[in-house]
């Protein structure tokens, strides 16, 4: 039987996304959808501008949307997806989860909480226990479990299949698609012809997510990884994907050869929205390339290429789909995890 | 009295924009055009596909265009820009050289040959003089003078100016405009919504030449300068501009305030082309941008920004006109020097 | 059984979308592959420069690609699809026809011949006949068989589906994706911020062989339609899809009410590559867009909107998948027309 | 002595580019810059989003910007250029007129209205005499004087140089920039791999005031040309540059060859900033484009190109560097002849 779910913030583009990925979903139903207060109580058809270059879902079209409040929502949700401005999550999703429901989020607020599980499945789903500590601290029948950011996920797989030899530095480039920065982030005059050396806040999201992610969970708490990660960002006239440079140290010697052979062993999951192949490692160093590579796992992989040794020990390029498995994809990975690890 | 001057691959992107500097220069007046042999003995107007958003000065449109020789070249020449294909450049520039030739070229050949001087007239002007040592070993009378390589010019300068802080490694990550690949470089099926993670063998020239430019002469011999630099290149949907992102470590400490002041007043040269700033530092942490700044000192200014901490040290960004200071006004600019030093 | 299929130009961009087509294909299997002579004796994963954002399918990879000539092809071949550049079409395709093969060609020669039937199966499936006629003249056992250029194809099925109004006068303009130029066919310093109002040629099909779809073929002899076309053309920077104004003066009156209708129940066929719908009309006058609606239908149906009152009579915007509805799938669709109609 | 204007509306794109234009022009001195009330009181400096692609002039970055409304201008202003929204530019640019400013606007309220002039200068400057009746009818001792929108202007003037072959009907498809929405009036997401078939009343523009454009003044009332025209209009991933495709129908035959001298004899004016060619006419069928032709004459010339014998007449393409010539440009030449015609 299908699991009902809400998507709170269901107009944006990671909200749209979700309802691509969710509506052909085999195991969960849309119930719910919310949005700004002046949305509430219209068509979906009629307050979202759908951009996702496939139809709006039937169905979905014809719902009702609510406000993004508990008491909106109808009670027949068992899990709620949320793709909120960080600033509304913030102040939202604790209500949620104070009213019983399980949120599985992309909204960049409380990512970093000690009690909040920063997930990737294929990566920490050990950390997703977290939640026990949360629910003891916070008194939620509830719970709160996010996805990292899209620049973070798009870099982090690969250190996991390395951590093995000992991560010590990492010097990470992206060159970020402008959806990821909603549909009205980035205007046309800003990036046609141009990139933006600046995104707001970012690269702090890179270097500490990542220390979380790969840390370590007790059972009672959670250490983070060692590692440095030093992050620029950048913003590029490209629609989807991000791309990222890496120039990483390692504590134990690394050859090229190595490195490709962990990426590529690296497992993925039995999860419904999981890719096959988790890393894709290319041989061409031309490759991977947003436009002819995003897609690959249906959205859900993450590529990597180009790599070699770097005059400070291993260099390579990655990239994931920051929408897909950056975004929706993140969080609807998130919710199978809590589904099959009996979270509901 | 104007100094007469010849262009060697005069019907290629750098060519056009040589064209465009020398032919209003007050100092040169553009004597010879040279091309492959099939567009040998046409007017220049009918054998370059102009693509230079001014029209072709309508003298240089009318000159007739000879092979790539020597012996083809009008006597009255003083001195030749060379932008051909490296390995063209590699076969025909030494007998320019031979013929008693001065030549400023922009071609990659033998720039990391040990009597050949690589010069950016701003940071290592005295470099100039490798030129004695080379007419000796090579019994020219003519000599061979190289710019760096575009990606290379848009750091270098920085690094020059916080070069008493004691450079230890560099990090640096480009992404770059489609003109340095040429007109016919980058197919538009390649690079729109898209970037590319791989330039064929850029990453070795930022990490050589840099080492070069920086290295110090001492009259006879050249040593390399000790920093280390580790470069990954990307192309994206820019036309010009090459932006970077630079993480840099010194041993002396070094903060972001220290870091602009040295770049503000890292000195310019009172050569014609030289801008009267060298390096432009903004406060904004979104630029410099490639559409917004590549014409800053009329294309010839390097521009900073976002200076700031590092896990590492310090992190900045640059932006150069790529075919402008980072290649045809490079090479105006090395020919301005041969000049004021005396070596015509 | 599956029918045998070679694909001559195997490695260009349609064919490329060919191989993407015919590989799944339940009634066909690639059984042969051409390219240029020096591309002869290789595998076809070593000679082609796949850049279609899915992965080359792993036995198209290992097959060897033969030389474009009938001897070389292999003889259990039932079916050829063509598309070289037009002079090496008119060339060798008569060749192929004479060893017998029947050829569904994209390549612009022998358009309008007279004996050589020009067919949307959907608009004109009754041309095919033709066949005879050429077969008789010719006196070849295979037969060939064109689709339109793709900016024919997507303007020319609403025309189809309005005719019943009497078509007296169509200006168009077009609004043209780069891929229809092939890989190489326009650099990204030609169109990055940019358009060409021109494309060599192009208005002249549009004009001819629009006549040619919509005229009336009687057993033995085609007339073309009255109908009187203007074209104007131009490359912007999209990468699939084109996009055209139509301004339409019609015998009768028609309302654009009518026009959606009829566009609307304009009929698709059975086709295996046939869409459900064939016109798809939007009432939101800012669709269709390339980017977002170019995949409806599998990338095989055309769509509509804007249609309105103009100051002439009708005007309207129609849009089709360049490489897909206009080249690829369009040689496909005749080859299934082909197999149906028993001309195999 | 330079007469002192103001600019309403001075943060936006057009504000930005009149800046651009006024501070270094000879005949005319900043004196005021009004912007919307939140930004009132504020310098100049830290309200506007600089995004041309030169620095903001010095001293203009220091003024303090004022509301939109007459009582907060300095009266120490002589003209006023307008650049506002059209509903604010509705609401205010009568009460500076009636405070007695003579106001040149590019704003596209009241352009259609019968006592208000619409004006290119090289082509009814006659028509700035309407002021007369306007002062009468309104009892105003300012004056309202609009020039046409971009898309407008763009084939307006070769329209004007072909009038003596009797204009019969245009049939015109335009491919508009996106700085023509202004900075977030397009975003990314929207355009890139992408064109939108619509732009809003845009068409209605072209059709009316190109009609009173070409009309004839008796000194009393305003007569509207005879001439039909039909518009469709796109947006294309261009940041500058407007082109269209033109297809036009006269009562006199017409050859190219004819249409192409009386393009280039249509006489420029001897204003400060009308270009020395205002019609630039190419023979190369590729031209204009935007990227290359757009700055011609300072971005005040029009071009035109692929002049040829159509279906049903004549068509050609030409182009117009949309936010000078078609919009901050246009207010300054509208300025220029209302301080030379005395109206001040």
Redesign the interface.
């Known amino acids: 039987m299908a699991v009902r779910v809400g998507i709170l913030g269901a107009t944006g583009?990671v909200g749209q996304r979700l309802i691509g990925m969710l509506d052909p979903h085999p195991d969960f139903e849309i119930a719910a959808l919310t949005a700004s207060p002046s949305s509430a109580g219209e068509k979906y058809r009629d307050v979202a501008k759908w951009?996702v270059?496939?139809p709006i879902p039937q169905e979905v079209a014809e719902m009702t949307v609510s406000a993004t409040d508990p008491d909106e929502v109808t009670d027949d949700v068992d899990l709620i997806f949320s793709s909120l401005p960080s600033s509304v999550g913030a102040a939202v999703e604790p209500d949620f989860c104070e009213a019983g429901y399980v949120v599985s989020s992309n909204s960049s607020n409380a990512r970093m909480a000690e009690d909040v599980p920063l997930v990737i499945p294929e990566v920490n789903a050990d950390h997703l226990d977290l939640i026990e500590v949360q629910r003891d601290e916070r008194g939620w029948d509830g719970a709160l479990v996010k996805n990292p950011n899209c620049s973070t996920i798009t870099f982090v797989p690969t250190l996991a299949a390395l951590e093995e030899y000992g991560l010590r530095?990492v010097?990470v480039?992206t060159?970020q698609a402008?959806?990821g920065a909603g549909?009205?982030?980035?205007?046309?005059?800003?990036?046609?012809?141009?990139?933006?050396?600046?995104i707001g806040s970012e690269e702090e999201k890179l270097?500490t997510e990542s220390k979380k992610l790969l840390g370590e969970f007790d059972g009672a708490q959670l250490s983070l990884n060692d590692v440095?990660?030093?992050a620029?960002c950048?913003r590029?006239?490209?629609?989807d994907g991000h791309?990222e440079?890496v120039?990483l140290e390692t504590e134990a010697e690394l050859s090229p050869a190595e490195a490709a052979e962990a990426m590529r062993e690296y497992p993925s999951l039995d999860l419904y929205s999981s890719p096959d192949q988790l890393i894709e490692v290319f041989e061409d160093?031309?490759?991977?390339?947003?436009?002819?590579?995003r897609?690959l796992g249906g959205g859900m992989s993450i590529s990597a290429?180009?790599i070699q040794e770097?005059?400070?020990g291993l260099?390579y390029?990655c990239l994931a789909h920051n929408t897909m498995r950056g975004a929706a994809g993140a969080s609807v990975l998130n919710g199978e995890l809590l589904v099959e690890n009996g979270y509901l």
Do not use: K, W
Request: charged share 20%; glycine share 8%.
């Open positions: 583009a951009r270059d496939s530095t010097h480039a060159l402008v959806s549909y009205d982030g980035v205007t046309s005059m800003e990036i046609i012809d141009n990139a933006i050396p600046h270097e440095e990660v030093g620029s950048n590029i006239p490209t629609i791309l440079n120039f160093p031309e490759r991977p390339q947003p436009r002819l590579d897609t290429g180009g770097s005059t400070f260099q390029n």
